[in-house]
């Protein structure tokens, strides 16, 4: 029977455990290298390893983060990075973990999400699935409204992220699960993404302005729409799509996914409700008006009441 032992990551480690994050996921070391170095929160103290025969054969990480729930700030420990060496697996190492997790969140923050396929193992340890209600609309071309203009920005410079962060601090508050977002975050962790996007051609941004000042902004990544800043215009959103849409000329989307709840003139061909995102009561918290949080199914009963889980993709980790 293998020596397990669990601790918080030490510093010397990182290189090591990178190469285990980037060994037993196909996305590679540098997504982990990229997401611990970019990011303005990152805790050594949140992420926990198994080691055995001086190998990290086990991890889990806390992602430190804040999000809005009902318009509030709420603490929020994002699960990520849980993975085992396929030799060291079915030992009950990812539970543990996990436990290591738990106990560490009780007392840092009020919630805990995370993204998985694997509903069972996690439930057992108290998350629950929590809703995102998506819509897939017929993209059809639409000019933008009177006065403005949108452009595909390949490469944001420094004074245009201020500013997509001045229309994220005025609009995210509404989206329940959106993640705060630092002017550091936004230069750091939201740069990096939107480049990745980029190089891979998986996606790009569009930016609407009125009279040569940013009023909204969208992320498509892959075929959906990441993320929607602004106000919430059908105007705004059919112009944002139709330039998303044709990022790539030689094979334009002719269906676009979105929340259900953004508004749009163009067709709705296909309603879905995605379950990924689980959630997680650390400790009972107030939301405004006075309505408590006791208990997790009040917790995702609150969320879909609310529009669904709205955390943006650039955010996902």
Not at 174 to 183: G, I, P, Q, W, Y
Request: net charge negative.
């Amino acid at each position: 029977m293998p020596n397990y032992e669990l601790t918080s990551l030490p510093e010397q480690l990182l290189e090591e455990w990178y190469l285990h994050c980037g060994t037993i996921f196909p996305v590679g070391v540098e997504y982990f290298r990229r997401h611990y170095v970019r990011d303005p929160r990152s805790r050594l103290d949140g992420i926990f390893i198994v080691r055995s025969g001086g190998w990290i054969v086990s991890t889990v990480r806390v992602f430190d983060r804040d999000v809005y729930l009902g318009g509030r700030k709420v603490g929020m420990g994002g699960i990520g990075e849980v993975s085992t060496h396929p030799d060291h697996r079915e030992q009950g190492l990812s539970s543990r973990l996990l436990q290591s997790a738990v106990d560490y969140m009780a007392d840092k923050y009020e919630i805990s999400m995370l993204g998985t396929g694997l509903f069972h193992h996690y439930g057992k340890h108290g998350w629950q699935q929590s809703p995102t209600f998506t819509k897939a609309v017929e993209v059809t071309p639409a000019q933008a409204p009177a006065g403005c203009a949108v452009a595909i920005v390949s490469e944001p410079d420094g004074a245009l992220l201020d500013t997509l962060s001045v229309l994220y601090d005025r609009y995210a508050p509404d989206l329940n699960c959106a993640v705060t977002r630092s002017r550091r975050y936004f230069h750091e962790w939201v740069a990096a993404e939107l480049a990745l996007l980029r190089e891979g051609g998986n996606g790009a941004l569009a930016v609407l302005s009125r009279g040569g000042v940013p009023v909204a902004y969208a992320v498509l990544r892959y075929d959906g729409i990441a993320e929607y800043i602004g106000e919430r215009r059908a105007d705004y959103v059919d112009a944002l799509l139709t330039a998303l849409a044709g990022f790539k000329p030689d094979a334009p989307l002719t269906s676009v996914k979105l929340p259900r709840d953004l508004p749009t003139s163009f067709k709705v061909t296909d309603e879905d409700t995605y379950k990924g995102w689980m959630v997680r009561l650390n400790r009972p918290f107030a939301l405004p008006g006075g309505a408590r949080v006791e208990t997790t199914e009040q917790l995702v009963g609150y969320i879909a009441a609310h529009g669904g889980c709205g955390i943006c993709g650039v955010d996902d980790f």
